[in-house]
């Protein structure tokens, strides 16, 4: 492995999906100016997220489908006189 190639901040971090209130501890070098009091009773950095593994419809199974036929079909009959 090659010396001096990874950040010298890499520490524990806080990540706190907002979509679902889920938060989980791992190692980041992500700033952050606000800190979170953690299970084990430290403070860490806390980063925000919006989507993570728990709110990502991928994830989740929750894909939403859309009907991109009915849609160019509406934008042709909208846009055919021009």
Known sequence: MKAD???????FVVF????????F?????????ETI????GNDYPLVK????NVSHPYYT???K???TAGRIDKF????AKK
């Open 16 to 23: 706190k999906d907002f979509s679902c209130d889920h938060m």
């Open 76 to 79: 042709n009959k909208k846009y």
């Open 61 to 63: 199974g929750k894909v």
């Open 65 to 67: 489908l859309l009907d």
């Open 25 to 33: 501890l791992a190692k980041s070098c992500a700033n952050s100016r």
């Open 37 to 40: 009091k953690w299970e084990d």
């Open 5 to 11: 190639i990874h950040p010298k901040e890499y520490r």
């Open 49 to 52: 997220l919006e989507v993570s």
